[in-house]
């Protein structure tokens, strides 16, 4: 039996003809005392309970026929019906109200078990004892929002429902729903009805007011896993959250912009919702406070903040931090979306690999190279999957001719020993110049720059040879031009003595220096590193250390440790401190390019070891012999009735005596013989190792460099001596005074620099400049020194003029 009623008034006329019943199907209607009474809203509700209680009509919770220990089991259908059985025949003769009886039953399974129309059927069954159908026992059931569910018992006679229309329309609550937990959220009472349980939710409707905020977070297990049994449903409007991310976001609103959340990052939420105050939360507020910065949208504070902190956590919310904040996709970005774990490893292999997946960005590119020579200085290692990827990729863009290695270059850092090996390779064959590795590979760059050592005129070969001597290196072969110079030089053994005699030793040029406090010898250490060891001095500036003194010295022959140490010991009164051993990395087995970066490692920490503990002392470095790397491309001469040593550098003659030869000189003793060139006096050096022992220039030639914690007070002057300029001629002199002879002065024209070169006393002279017409200014430069100078430029070729008397 369905009535409709659209005002409490009528309803409760209702409710009091049906309690004073006498007529026909009166007995009916007092043996099955049950009514439903259907509400929209719980305000509706409310005031329908308030008013029974006015009438003498008692309110029962069904809170208190659950079971102690089990406030959060959920009770069946079947066992409800049951307790309503038992309560109305153990009930005194009074009216009552049970509730909240829909706030569990919209939880049934009525879609595949229709536990809820079964429950109706067989409660609308249960009958009043019969002391209390003679005083007309009424138990009155709501029904919240379950319209729906409801609907179908409409025209069954047999069954009491009364629906009331208030016509108020009434917000619907709003139910946040979890499974067991709030994540601890601190605040939340604040804002929320909470309830842990199924005892806690009936016992918050058993007497509905103004306690139940408009928002309820139920954290229920029972409710949760029954959630969608619910629907359709007008009183609730439900958000399940099926984790912490969920929960944040759509439970308590918090915009996390794009974020999504994956499986493996549920750990990382829940943390974070443990430290989330709802009161005053504001995700921006609370990672700058965590990482104690107010700028993390620069990719470098990125970068820097990822090492600064090591944890997951911290990593993981840095990560989403970025992405959230993000405003325009950026390389960055798109590698951070891909990146699934904290890993440095597998952030730094994507930022490595993916650009490769990308069509050609330039803005990604440089990016790209920034951020990962920012990783390089925290020694960052990819994997070795990403490495040969890298590798892959740029060996394939250098082999297109269409593309080729200046292509390649684009994507390029350093990150990786294949990209530094690469880049080795490709600067040595002159696929790219060396300029194009000046910001890649810094020490490599310095380490080929010119030597710029300011000998004389006589001496600017030494700058030529140690150019292509370095080159050499760099390519792994002797190009022509070295073996033309080194030909010229070291013809003979008397044109070897014209050029060696004229340098002094380290002893002779150091000796009676009582300012030198400490001395540290670099075994192997020759000229062709003066330009590499001045860079890495120059990065020590901060450590108060600064570049005084630079000289070339010669090492006597044969140029081997057991002669030219004793000397050094002389020199310090055997307070020789050694650092560094270059020799005996020289002569293991390596492969190249490898021994070529390991080299420029191994000589940086040596003098790294000192400037980084530098305590204000005056340094002098100094060295015994130099390294050839060129012997192992040489011949190997087997010369008969010799002992070879240093393999086959130098030799002693053991059956006769040696005769004159242009392959090696003789030392005084008559006996002993250095090879003048790069061929071995015995069987050929093997590849791969440097040797010493002989009388080239990089064996003989040794620098001195004297370091201090003072700059020296120069004061230069420099005029300017050939202000017009011809494509015939076209260099610039300069009168300088005041060089030392630390100071390598230069030129810049049009964007490129060229060396200067004495050629007399203060006289200096540039190399060819590359006549542009309209390039008319000129810089010279000697360290912090500049000096801007006007030139004229004549493209044309000078004629004599005819006429001219």
Same mark, same amino acid.
């Given at each position: 039996?369905?009535?409709?009623?659209?005002?409490?008034?009528?309803?409760?006329?209702?409710?009091?003809?049906?309690?004073?019943?006498?007529?026909?199907?009166?007995?009916?209607?007092?043996?099955?005392?049950?009514?439903?009474?259907?509400?929209?809203?719980?305000?509706?509700? $409310?005031?329908?309970?308030?008013?029974?209680?006015?009438?003498?009509?008692?309110?029962?919770?069904?809170?208190?026929?659950?079971?102690?220990?089990?406030?959060?089991?959920?009770?069946?259908?079947?066992?409800?019906?049951?307790?309503?059985?038992?309560?109305?025949?153990?009930?005194?003769?009074?009216?009552?109200?049970?509730?909240?009886?829909?706030?569990?039953?919209?939880?049934?399974?009525?879609?595949?078990?229709?536990?809820?129309?079964?429950?109706?059927? /067989?409660? *609308?069954?249960?009958?009043?004892?019969?002391?209390?159908? *003679?005083?007309?026992?009424?138990?009155?059931?709501?029904? %919240?929002?379950?319209?729906?569910?409801?609907?179908?018992?409409?025209?069954?006679?047999?069954?009491?429902?009364?629906?009331?229309?208030?016509? %108020?329309?009434?917000?619907?609550?709003?139910?946040?729903?979890?499974?067991?937990? /709030?994540?601890?959220?601190?605040?939340?009472?604040?804002?929320?009805?909470?309830?842990?349980?199924?005892?806690?939710?009936?016992?918050?409707?058993?007497?509905?007011?103004?306690?139940?905020?408009?928002?309820?977070? +139920?954290?229920?297990?029972?409710?949760?896993?029954?959630? &969608?049994?619910?629907?359709?449903?007008?009183?609730?409007?439900?958000?399940?959250?099926?984790?912490?991310?969920?929960?944040?976001?759509?439970?308590?609103?918090?915009?996390?912009?794009?974020?999504?959340?994956?499986?493996?990052?549920?750990?990382?939420?829940?943390?974070?919702?443990?430290?989330?105050?709802?009161?005053?939360?504001?995700?921006?507020?609370?990672?700058?406070?965590?990482?104690?910065?107010?700028?993390?949208?620069?990719?470098?504070?990125?970068?820097?903040?990822?090492?600064?902190? @090591?944890?997951?956590?911290?990593?993981?919310?840095?990560?989403?931090?970025?992405?959230?904040?993000?405003?325009?996709?950026?390389?960055?970005?798109?590698?951070?979306?891909? +990146?699934?774990?904290?890993?440095?490893?597998?952030?730094?292999?994507?930022?490595?690999?993916?650009?490769?997946?990308?069509? #050609?960005?330039?803005?990604?590119?440089?990016?790209?190279?920034?951020?990962? !020579?920012?990783?390089?200085?925290?020694?960052?290692?990819? /994997?070795?999957?990403?490495?040969?990827?890298?590798?892959?990729?740029?060996?394939? @863009?250098?082999?297109?001719?269409?593309?080729? +290695?200046?292509?390649?270059?684009?994507?390029?850092?350093?990150? /990786?020993?294949?990209? #530094?090996?690469?880049?080795?390779?490709?600067? &040595?064959?002159?696929?790219?110049?060396?300029?194009?590795?000046?910001?890649?590979?810094?020490?490599?760059?310095?380490?080929?720059?010119?030597?710029?050592?300011?000998?004389?005129?006589?001496?600017?070969?030494?700058?030529?040879?140690?150019?292509?001597?370095?080159?050499?290196?760099?390519?792994?072969?002797?190009?022509?031009?070295?073996?033309?110079?080194?030909?010229?030089?070291?013809?003979?053994?008397?044109?070897?003595?014209?050029?060696?005699?004229?340098?002094?030793?380290?002893?002779?040029?150091?000796?009676?220096?009582?300012?030198?406090?400490?001395?540290?010898? %670099?075994? &192997?250490?020759?000229?062709?590193?003066?330009?590499?060891?001045?860079?890495?001095?120059?990065?020590?500036?901060?450590?108060?250390?600064?570049?005084?003194?630079?000289?070339?010295?010669?090492?006597?022959?044969?140029?081997?440790?057991?002669?030219?140490?004793?000397?050094?010991?002389?020199?310090?009164?055997?307070?020789?401190?050694?650092?560094?051993?270059?020799?005996?990395?020289?002569?293991?087995? !390596?492969?190249?390019?490898?021994?070529?970066?390991?080299?420029?490692?191994?000589?940086?920490?040596?003098?790294?070891?000192?400037?980084?503990?530098?305590?204000?002392?005056?340094?002098?470095?100094?060295?015994?012999? $130099?390294?050839?790397?060129?012997?192992?491309?040489?011949?190997?001469?087997?010369?008969? $009735?010799?002992?070879?040593?240093?393999?086959?550098?130098?030799?002693?003659?053991?059956?006769?005596?040696?005769?004159?030869? =242009?392959?090696?000189?003789?030392?005084?003793?008559?006996?002993?013989?250095?090879?003048?060139?790069?061929?071995?006096?015995?069987?050929?050096?093997?590849?791969?190792? =440097?040797?010493?022992?002989?009388?080239?220039?990089?064996?003989?030639?040794?620098?001195?460099?004297?370091?201090?914690?003072?700059?020296?007070?120069?004061?230069?002057?420099?005029?300017?001596?050939?202000?017009?300029?011809?494509?015939?001629?076209?260099?610039?002199?300069?009168?300088?005074? =005041?060089?030392?002879?630390?100071?390598?002065?230069?030129?810049?024209?049009?964007?490129?620099?060229?060396?200067?070169?004495?050629?007399?006393?203060?006289?200096?002279?540039?190399?060819?400049?590359?006549?542009? $017409?309209?390039?008319?200014?000129?810089?010279?430069?000697?360290?912090?020194?500049?000096?801007?100078?006007?030139?004229?430029?004549?493209?044309?070729?000078?004629?004599?003029?005819?006429? =001219?008397?």
């Amino acid at each position: 039996m369905y009535k409709e009623f659209t005002s409490l008034q009528d309803l409760y006329q209702e409710i009091d003809v049906d309690k004073n019943w006498t007529g026909a199907e009166s007995s009916i209607r007092n043996r099955y005392p049950i009514r439903f009474v259907l509400f929209e809203n719980f305000g509706d509700f $409310g005031e329908f309970v308030q008013e029974c209680q006015n009438h003498n009509v008692f309110v029962q919770s069904i809170e208190k026929w659950m079971r102690d220990g089990q406030d959060d089991k959920f009770i069946t259908y079947s066992q409800l019906a049951a307790m309503f059985e038992a309560y109305i025949k153990s009930l005194p003769a009074n009216d009552f109200v049970i509730a909240p009886f829909s706030e569990i039953t919209r939880f049934y399974d009525n879609v595949h078990y229709a536990e809820f129309d079964s429950l109706l059927k /067989t409660i *609308r069954l249960v009958q009043s004892p019969e002391e209390s159908q *003679r005083t007309h026992q009424r138990i009155y059931v709501p029904l %919240i929002g379950m319209q729906s569910k409801v609907s179908k018992f409409k025209d069954d006679p047999n069954i009491h429902i009364w629906e009331y229309h208030s016509g %108020i329309e009434s917000e619907n609550y709003r139910l946040v729903l979890t499974s067991g937990t /709030t994540y601890g959220v601190q605040g939340l009472e604040n804002k929320f009805s909470l309830c842990e349980n199924m005892r806690q939710w009936i016992s918050l409707w058993k007497n509905v007011g103004a306690k139940v905020k408009q928002q309820i977070i +139920c954290s229920s297990k029972c409710i949760f896993d029954s959630a &969608g049994n619910a629907q359709p449903d007008n009183a609730f409007d439900y958000t399940l959250c099926h984790n912490a991310f969920e929960f944040l976001s759509k439970g308590l609103g918090i915009n996390f912009g794009e974020l999504t959340a994956e499986e493996e990052d549920m750990p990382f939420w829940e943390q974070l919702a443990s430290n989330i105050d709802i009161e005053d939360f504001d995700f921006e507020t609370f990672v700058n406070k965590r990482f104690n910065t107010s700028n993390l949208n620069d990719s470098i504070a990125f970068v820097q903040t990822w090492f600064e902190y @090591m944890d997951g956590f911290s990593r993981w919310l840095l990560k989403s931090y970025f992405l959230w904040n993000s405003t325009t996709p950026t390389y960055l970005t798109r590698v951070l979306r891909n +990146c699934k774990t904290q890993s440095t490893s597998d952030l730094f292999s994507l930022l490595a690999t993916q650009v490769f997946d990308e069509p #050609q960005d330039e803005a990604s590119l440089k990016l790209r190279r920034i951020l990962l !020579k920012e990783a390089q200085k925290y020694n960052v290692q990819i /994997t070795h999957l990403a490495e040969q990827k890298v590798k892959a990729k740029l060996m394939a @863009m250098a082999a297109d001719p269409e593309r080729g +290695c200046y292509y390649a270059m684009k994507y390029m850092t350093s990150l /990786t020993l294949s990209e #530094q090996y690469l880049m080795t390779e490709w600067v &040595g064959q002159g696929k790219i110049d060396v300029k194009d590795i000046q910001t890649l590979m810094p020490s490599l760059y310095s380490y080929l720059a010119p030597l710029g050592i300011q000998l004389g005129n006589s001496f600017t070969w030494i700058n030529d040879y140690f150019r292509e001597y370095t080159h050499s290196k760099i390519a792994n072969k002797a190009n022509d031009s070295l073996r033309q110079m080194l030909k010229e030089r070291n013809a003979s053994q008397s044109t070897f003595e014209a050029w060696r005699d004229s340098f002094k030793t380290v002893k002779t040029i150091l000796y009676n220096r009582q300012d030198i406090d400490l001395y540290y010898w %670099i075994d &192997g250490l020759g000229i062709d590193w003066i330009p590499f060891i001045t860079k890495v001095i120059e990065k020590h500036r901060v450590d108060g250390v600064y570049l005084n003194e630079v000289y070339v010295a010669t090492a006597q022959l044969p140029s081997v440790t057991s002669v030219n140490k004793l000397k050094l010991e002389e020199l310090t009164g055997n307070k020789l401190e050694k650092i560094g051993d270059i020799d005996k990395f020289a002569h293991t087995q !390596k492969s190249y390019p490898a021994y070529i970066i390991d080299e420029l490692h191994l000589v940086e920490e040596a003098l790294t070891q000192v400037l980084s503990q530098y305590n204000g002392k005056k340094i002098a470095f100094v060295s015994d012999h $130099g390294i050839s790397y060129m012997a192992q491309f040489g011949n190997g001469l087997n010369l008969a $009735g010799i002992e070879s040593d240093h393999s086959g550098r130098c030799a002693v003659w053991k059956k006769g005596n040696p005769t004159v030869d =242009g392959n090696y000189m003789i030392l005084q003793d008559g006996k002993s013989i250095c090879a003048l060139n790069h061929n071995s006096l015995a069987s050929k050096t093997p590849t791969g190792q =440097g040797t010493h022992g002989g009388a080239t220039p990089e064996e003989v030639l040794v620098p001195i460099i004297i370091v201090s914690g003072q700059k020296n007070a120069n004061v230069y002057s420099a005029k300017l001596l050939t202000s017009d300029l011809i494509a015939s001629s076209p260099t610039v002199k300069y009168n300088i005074k =005041g060089l030392s002879s630390i100071d390598t002065p230069k030129v810049i024209y049009n964007g490129v620099d060229y060396l200067l070169h004495k050629k007399q006393d203060d006289i200096y002279e540039s190399e060819r400049l590359n006549l542009v $017409g309209t390039a008319t200014r000129i810089t010279l430069v000697i360290g912090d020194f500049k000096q801007t100078d006007q030139i004229g430029i004549n493209m044309g070729a000078q004629e004599d003029d005819l006429f =001219g008397f």
